[in-house]
């Protein structure tokens, strides 16, 4: 009788209250991350946005508010998704290692 992680141990309920805390804790770093990262790509893409509008002939004259509005949220959320899959995956890496060894 082998189980799918390939041992013969089951898990204690502490062990998976302990697994169950660091996941919750690598989701929070997560969020905090893509948030952070979110922000300062919101900035750094709306002031290029703003000052083209501004300036070039072509964006006054194509570039509405929503187009505006869109080329900044998405940079924004790409950041968010981008940042708090990373950070996830390299604290989950980390709890594997630090588990294993």
């Known amino acids: 009788m082998e189980f799918s992680d390939g ?5 204690s309920p502490i062990e ?3 697994k ?9 770093e ?3 991350a ?3 990262a979110a922000a300062v790509t919101a900035v750094v893409s709306a002031v290029p946005t703003l000052m ?5 002939p ?3 004259a194509n570039l509405n508010y929503t187009a505006q509005a869109l080329i900044v949220s998405s940079a924004s959320v790409a950041a968010y998704f981008i940042a708090a899959d ?6 989950a890496r980390k709890n594997t290692h630090y588990k294993s060894a």
């Open 58 to 60: 072509w964006a006054k």
């Open 52 to 56: 083209a509008v501004r300036r070039i």
């Open 30 to 32: 997560g969020m905090i």
């Open 7 to 11: 041992s013969f141990l089951i898990a």
């Open 20 to 28: 169950m805390i660091r996941s919750r804790q690598c989701t929070q």
């Open 86 to 91: 990373k950070t996830i995956l390299a604290c």
């Open 34 to 36: 893509g948030a952070k």
């Open 16 to 18: 998976d209250e302990e």
